[in-house]
Every structure is written in C-alpha cells, then in structure tokens.
C-alpha cells in the first residue's frame, strides 16, 4: 500500500499528465472508432455485425487481461509494466491503422486490448502513490475527469479524423500521445524494484479466460455460421461451458488462494452491484455501436455530423456524476440509480418510434438524457456496492466491477449486432410478403414498383431492406429498455449504506 507519509515525489504536476494521458489514450480508443465503423466496413470487406469484431475484440482482451495486472506490477515492477504497457498499446494502435484486412484488425485489435488493459489500473495507482492521503481525494477527481474526457471526445474527434482524412487516423491519434507519455513516465516516474515469489492463480486465469473468449466467439460469429448448425460454434460453446465450469469448480475447492475469492459473493450488496453493472454494460457501449451506422447509413449523416450528435452522452454522464456525488451523502443511493434506471429505460423507450426522419436536435437531447441516467446509476452504484464490504475485498470488487461492465458491453455489442442483421432478414420477408398485383398499394402511381422489370426490383428491394433495417433497429433500442428495466428488481436485493458512509466510493482498486 502507498505510504501514509507524504511522499516526496519531483515532477508530480508532470507525472499527472503523464498519467492523464494515458488514461485519455486508452479510454479514447473504446468509442473512437464508433462512427469509423461504417467506413472501415467497406475498406475491410465485412459484413454490418463483422465489423463490429473490431470493437468487441478490444474490449474483450481487455476485460481478460485486467485481472493479471495487479500480480504483474508487483512481480515486475509499476514503472516497468507502464513502459512496456505504453509501448505495445502504442505499437497497436499504428498496426491497426495499416490493417488491411478483417482478421488482422481484430488480432491488431486484440493486442491493443492486451496491453492497453493496464494502463488505466496503473494511473490511478500512479495517482495514488504520488499524492498525500489528505490530496488523494482531489487527485482521483482529475483522473476520474480524464476518464470521462475519453467517452466524450472520442465520437466527435473520431468523426472529424475519419472526414478530414481517412478512419485509420482514428488509431495513428494514439501515436503523439504514447510517445509524449511513455517518454515523460520513463524520464520522471520513480523506479519500483520487482517482486519474486509471488503467487497468482494462473490456472484459474486460464479457464475463465477460455470460458469468456470461447462465449464471446460464439456471439460473434454465430449468425455467420448458422449457430449450432456449425461445428466451429458447438466447439466454441463447449470450450466457453467447460471454461466456466472449470473456474466455479476450481474456485470453490482450491487449497490454495483462487483467482477469486469465493466470500467475496456472499455479500449481497457487492453480488447485486455486479448484476446491475452487467446490465449497464450491455447497453453502455451498444447503443453508441448502433447509433453511429444508424446515424450514417439511414439518417443519411456526414461522418462527422454522427460524432457530434453523439458527444451530448459523455456530457449527460459527467454531469450526472456531478450530482449524483453531491447528493449520494444525502440521499439514498438505491433511490438515485432508481431514478437513473428510469431516465435510461425512457431514452431507449423514446428511440423505439425513431426512423431517419427524426431531428438532429432529438438524438442529440436524447442522448445526453440517457448519458444523465447512466451517470445516476455509476456513482451510486459505487456507494452501495461497498457499503457492507470487508475492506480486504474492495480491491477484488473493483476489479470484478471492471470487469463484468467489459464483459457486459462486448456481449451487448455481439448481441445487438447479430439481431440486427437476423431480424432485418427476417422483416425483409415479412414486407416482401405484401408485394402481390392484389395490393391496392401498388395500383396507381406505385404501380412502377411492382417487380416487373430488374430496375424496379432493385428499386423495391432497396427500400424493403431500408424499412426492415428500421424496424431491427427499433427491436433492439427495445430488447435494451427491456434488459435496463429489470435492474430496478436488483436494487430491492441491496442495503442502503449509513448516513456518512458516502466515501465508500472512494475504494479504487490499489495494486500493492
């Protein structure tokens, strides 16, 4: 743990931006690419629900690798784990931008998500560890700022990288940034001597990282595989049960120190926190993976428009946060996420009746309407999640919290996506059902349409795919108010914590 003492660290004004800017460069890279998606489509020759491997593979290989990082800063050191983090994320992300291929961005991507797993961890400890405990509180508002600032500009900055040159700028960005931070961590961050003889539970590591990456290429590559009718997606499902199973069995029965400890699930408070930041995640990042195509293909948005509109969300968030940590010692924070729950259904109940005609001033409102109910729920979920927590599992539940909020927003993406490209097939038929000589719809002047000729099916085929698509948009912001809603039951689970008992938000994860 830091030392209580002030500690005497030269540079920390410059070691904080050091520490920001890695903060920013990686929390940048989990909504930059969004509205690049649909250009990236084309140059990678995939398919709607292929591309968003891209998304999906980082924030899959990052929510693995969080687990390992406090084992691997003591037994190599904080400042050497930085370095070689910085580095390879840097190394990543201009690999990324060369791809010229669908599998070689997503091994690109997967490596970005590897070592850029560390990164935030590390700069708040780095925070931390150079900051009095009488500043520590001020210092984690700046570095929670950071956070933020990523989610906020990345649409926004992505739009205008991707318009005024090409979607690969979105991931050389990275570039100034990893030098200026590797380069002022290397010249200022004091050294940390590396452990020996530490112990990790790399078996149990090894079969919940198979079981998440054997279930997340199941959801990805399902619909392109027929499901279960293929043997690579029954391989895969085997691979993700047998993973899971292994990790529960080995958690409950090993002898020495799991991967995770097994009491850590008897509180109840921390055990519904994380259904509830499951839930979360799952709509987090799928709604602004939805709305960027949604945006572009259908509204018929420059690029550059989508960022914009989609900015407002970061916005709503940060100052909901705002508030909601002002009031959270005053009011019962069941009764704030509440209330964030509701904002949040209502938004996505609110987009359920959208179709491309809608204003850009109602996306725009709406969005940051439901970045504000995302804010309500983050900082009291926080509070309460620790509430009744023994103080030596904070550092565990906030790794798990990390953790089941990456895992919820890669399968929310694969999901989402998949229903997307499933339920437009299917509304496709449905609409082309009406399609006959006897509709009156098609006499008169709309008689052209009828499938008579090559130009007029293409004519008719293309505007039955534009409403089916319209209308599996709309089944999926609906399948996500479905899926916010039942976060209300999960909230009569918990206890409320004691009068004062705000700062128990204020447990980050420290790595030893």
Request: proline residues 6%; neutral net charge; aromatic residues 8%.
């Amino acid at each position: 743990m830091p030392n209580q003492q002030e500690p005497v660290v030269p540079y920390r004004g410059l070691i904080t931006v050091c520490a920001m800017l890695a903060t920013l460069m990686q929390s940048l890279d989990s909504t930059i690419a969004n509205v690049a998606l649909p250009y990236m489509q084309g140059s990678l020759s995939a398919s709607s629900d292929q591309i968003t491997w891209v998304l999906t593979s980082y924030i899959t290989a990052a929510a693995i690798m969080t687990a390992p990082v406090g084992w691997l800063s003591a037994r190599f050191g904080l400042k050497n784990l930085y370095l070689i983090s910085m580095v390879g994320f840097t190394v990543a992300s201009m690999l990324c931008g060369i791809a010229e291929s669908l599998p070689e961005m997503v091994g690109f991507r997967l490596l970005q998500g590897v070592f850029g797993a560390a990164l935030v961890p590390l700069s708040q400890t780095t925070m931390l560890n150079i900051y009095p405990p009488e500043k520590r509180g001020s210092a984690m508002a700046i570095w929670g700022m950071g956070v933020m600032v990523g989610p906020i500009l990345g649409p926004t900055l992505g739009g205008y990288l991707t318009e005024l040159y090409n979607w690969r700028w979105v991931f050389f960005v990275n570039l100034p940034f990893g030098i200026a931070a590797t380069a002022g961590m290397a010249l200022l961050l004091p050294k940390t001597e590396p452990g020996s003889g530490l112990k990790f539970d790399w078996f149990g590591f090894g079969v919940f990282a198979m079981g998440i990456a054997g279930l997340q290429l199941m959801l990805d590559r399902g619909e392109t595989q027929d499901w279960f009718g293929s043997p690579e997606i029954i391989i895969e499902a085997v691979m993700a049960c047998l993973g899971f199973y292994l990790f529960i069995v080995h958690m409950l029965t090993a002898r020495t120190k799991p991967f995770i400890t097994p009491r850590i699930f008897k509180d109840r408070n921390l055990s519904a926190s994380l259904l509830v930041m499951f839930a979360v995640g799952m709509v987090l990042l799928a709604v602004s993976a939805l709305l960027a195509p949604w945006l572009q293909v259908l509204g018929g948005d420059p690029v550059e428009t989508a960022g914009i509109a989609m900015a407002p969300r970061g916005l709503g968030t940060m100052a909901a946060m705002m508030i909601a940590g002002r009031l959270s010692n005053k009011v019962d924070a069941r009764l704030l996420m509440a209330f964030g729950i509701v904002v949040l259904a209502g938004s996505l109940y609110r987009m359920t009746g959208w179709t491309p005609a809608v204003s850009e001033m109602t996306v725009i409102w709406n969005t940051m309407l439901q970045g504000a109910g995302l804010g309500f729920v983050f900082v009291p979920l926080q509070v309460v999640a620790f509430a009744t927590l023994e103080p030596a599992l904070r550092t565990e539940g906030t790794a798990l919290l990390s953790l089941l909020r990456n895992l919820g927003s890669a399968i929310g993406i694969s999901v989402t996506s998949a229903l997307i490209t499933r339920n437009g097939q299917i509304e496709h038929s449905v609409l082309a059902g009406f399609i006959t000589p006897l509709n009156r719809a098609f006499q008169g002047a709309a008689a052209a349409l009828m499938p008579t000729t090559p130009h007029a099916a293409q004519v008719l085929n293309g505007m039955l795919t534009r409403q089916s698509e319209i209308i599996a948009y709309n089944n999926d912001w609906k399948l996500m108010m479905l899926m916010a809603l039942p976060m209300l039951l999960l909230l009569l689970l918990m206890r409320g914590p004691k009068k004062g008992a705000g700062g128990g938000a204020e447990h980050p994860a420290v790595i030893d």
